[in-house]
């Protein structure tokens, strides 16, 4: 059984095709990358996989299991998880704070309205080994809004990750980091179980390739190849449309 | 006490010389507070009292609109349909059908939960600007309601509401000094229990989805749920004060949920410090004191009410507790 399956999925916004026809298969444990130039329907993909959007028609399966579109929270709670391409992160207030509050969303002590949320030592505790992960130990104490860019793109997937996921979207999750944060970001990603299924959207080939072995390209919301990354660096209709001579 | 919730080691209990000093602080501040309070009867006149007893009502009325805007970032001008409902809950309950008030207080306030919660049900699908109208459009139906009944007595509103029966301890709740101490219980309690609320797992719920409510979402959480509970809770939490000031004059009308009220409690939050549990008794404080200080001045004093509102908004960010704490950082 694949760990996502998309069938003939279809989005329209008016009279817009935004995506068409497609068909997705992510085996359980891969690294899958969807690429594509700027509207190709990649973001609208993850946000109809995670329940933001609906499709047109069309069926998503998590391990099996149809997605209930319109609720991203059961989404989630079906062992889909996401980081976002624009920081979705709880800004005032600390990084450990940040990551409890995740990793309270699966536990029973969510309902507790008056027991302190420090009493809940077992929460506390995968939030710290959450935030190790994704080497956060040592700003847990700091507010988002005092976090270099990068350390808010780590906490972005660590925040995902708490919710424990079969598996992890990532959407451009190096997008605005200096050379030296990517490097280190991809070293996290590399680092994660590899039992996790990953689908990367992603514009950066170099952390595409380093991270993905399996590699679909999306160009006007239709498939317009899948492969490996020597494939797909070969193919030339996508060189044509989206690579260019550079990573070919 | 603010909203931020800093884990620490799970399971580690911290020494005395371990609490940050801030935190001494803040006890000693309490204890001192909670002292003044006590002594305050003995020391002051009879319209200080009064002016306390105003204070402490319209601190529990505006922390339950801190929960609901502060705590969860939804801006209401409807909690005086509430605050209203409490009062004419227990006038229905107890001048009408002739209830006990042990019995119509708890109706009441049951009763006062499931009407947030459905109203909540609607008004929560909305956010900002919507959500303010809807509940302002909610507070008016109610207010409407209240004038055009001829059984709670329209405009005039219902008497006779009774105080609390104290006569096993040896006191009277009608004398102004038992009353006080009544009113002071029920605030601490109230207090209380909202301070463990906001700290609480629902509590820091609550504060994430004023901080992204699609991150939450995303995180697992049904936010509808929740943003239904904060609304109810803070609705009782109204509710509670509505009858305490029913109680205060024995008398409940339809001002009661005027949209006035809606709206000074929102200016007594932002005047104390939003998302702040002491945030509300400060701004109510304030509010009562300095309005009342003005109208002594001048009868134009809602003009001068206004300037020294901007003046607030302009140069207390946080209002007033808010202040205090960035001028304490500063300070360290």
Known sequence: MSALEIRNLRKAFGGLQVISDLDLRVPSGARHAVIGPNGAGKTTLFNIITGWQRPSSGEILIQGIPVQQGRPDLVTRGGLSRSFQKNMLLESVTVLENLRVACQAFDASRHSMLRSCRSFSGVVRKAHDAAAQMHLDHVLHKKVNELSYGQKRQLEVAIALCAEPKILLMDEPAAGTSPDERLNLIKLINGLSSELTILLVEHDMDVVFAICDVITVLSYGKVLATGTKVEIQSNPQVIEAYLGQHHA | ?332
């Open chain 2, 1 to 332: 006490m603010s909203t931020e919730v800093t884990c620490s080691e799970p399971g580690a209990v911290p020494k005395l010389s371990a609490i940050p000093v801030s935190r001494r602080f803040h006890a000693i501040l309490l204890v001192a507070l909670a002292a003044g309070l006590c002594a305050l009867p003995s020391v002051v006149s009879g319209y200080a009292m009064t002016l306390a007893v105003e204070i402490m009502i319209a601190g529990i009325f505006t922390s339950g609109i801190n929960l609901l805007t502060g705590y969860t970032g939804l801006v209401s001008l409807g909690q005086a349909m509430f605050f209203g409902l409490g009062g004419y809950g227990i006038a229905i309950g107890t001048a009408l059908l002739g209830w006990p008030l042990w019995a119509s207080v708890p109706v009441t306030l049951v009763v006062v939960a499931a009407t947030a919660s459905a109203i909540g049900a609607i008004c929560t699908r909305t956010r900002g600007v919507e959500f303010l109208l809807i509940t302002l459009a909610f507070s008016q139906m109610f207010y409407g309601a209240a004038v055009k009944l001829r059984w709670t007595n329209g405009s005039d509103g219902m008497t006779g509401i009774p105080r609390p029966d104290l006569s096993l301890l040896g006191v009277s709740a009608d004398s102004p000094v038992t009353f006080y101490y009544y009113v002071l219980a029920v605030s601490v309690l109230a207090l209380l229990l909202l301070w463990r609320v906001v700290n609480s797992p629902f509590g820091s719920i609550l504060v994430g989805i004023r901080e992204n409510e699609r991150r939450m979402m995303s995180m697992g959480y049904a936010v509808a749920n929740y943003k239904i509970g904060s609304f109810a809770l803070a609705a009782m939490v109204c509710a509670v004060a509505g009858i305490l000031q029913a109680q205060y004059t024995y008398f409940v009308s339809p001002d009661s949920m005027s949209w006035q009220m809606s709206g000074e409690g929102v200016l007594m939050v932002i005047i104390g410090g939003a998302s702040v549990i002491f945030g509300p008794f400060v701004g109510a404080a304030v509010f009562v004191v300095v309005k009342q200080a003005l109208s002594l001045i001048t009868e134009e004093y809602n003009l001068f009410f206004g300037i020294f509102f901007m003046l607030v908004v302009a140069f207390f960010r946080g209002g007033v507790l808010g202040a205090v704490n960035t001028l304490i950082g500063k300070r360290r």
